[in-house]
């Protein structure tokens, strides 16, 4: 059995990063590859950060059930594909997913046992230094991410963990410590607790 986790946060809450420290420090975790219509943005790789798809071709698999789920953002669509579960299935490994509030609502809809963590920046003006510090962004693109993060926040009461990135260290050490704790309560879940149990019986 796998366990899937799921990771939202506004645009420039820092949720990328921890993502891929979690993955490069805990071992068996397969992350999920969203597949997108948008353009690659600076040194982003095709099959590494997105699977870059033409509208048409994205809207094919909408037409042909291939997705577990998807949503259309800021006029481009981004998608989970159905095949990247079954694959984590197959290797004997947890999944990570980095979807945004539409995309993990539908996803919990379709894997009901998901384990969901919103990433949440300390403050509006901390969001918007940090966006504007990455210079990828126009003023309006900016002011149009900060009016999302204001909508996307006030869901976070329907996540199991709400993390607020302070500090990165911290924050890593804390979403590390998320998977660790739901691998231990699916090990007492599954049963792998009674093997043990008998040997100490006499």
């Known amino acids: 059995m796998s366990t899937v986790f799921i990771v939202s946060a506004p645009s420039g809450s820092g949720k990328s990063t921890l993502v891929s420290r979690l993955l ?16 690659p943005r600076g040194s982003e790789t095709d099959g590494q950060n997105y699977r870059f798809v033409s509208r048409e071709d994205f809207e094919a698999m909408i037409a042909r059930d291939e997705f577990l789920e998807w949503a259309q953002v800021f006029g481009n669509y981004y998608g989970t594909h159905r095949g990247i579960l079954e694959e984590a299935l197959a290797q004997g490994k947890d999944l990570v997913l980095d979807i945004d509030v539409q995309g993990a609502r539908q996803l919990k809809l379709a894997v009901p046992e998901a384990v969901t963590v919103f990433i949440l920046p300390p403050s509006k003006q901390i969001l918007e230094q940090r966006l504007r510090a990455r210079g990828e962004d126009r003023d309006e693109v900016i002011e149009r991410r900060l009016k999302e993060a204001a909508e996307e926040i006030r869901n976070y009461g329907a996540y199991d963990y709400v993390l607020i990135n302070r500090d990165r260290e911290e924050s890593a050490a804390v979403l590390s410590a998320i998977v660790c704790a739901e691998r231990a309560r699916r090990t007492r879940i599954e049963g792998d607790i009674k093997p043990i149990l008998e040997t100490f019986q006499v």
């Open 24 to 39: 490069a420090e805990t071992p068996d975790l397969m992350f999920s590859v969203s597949y997108t219509t948008r353009k």
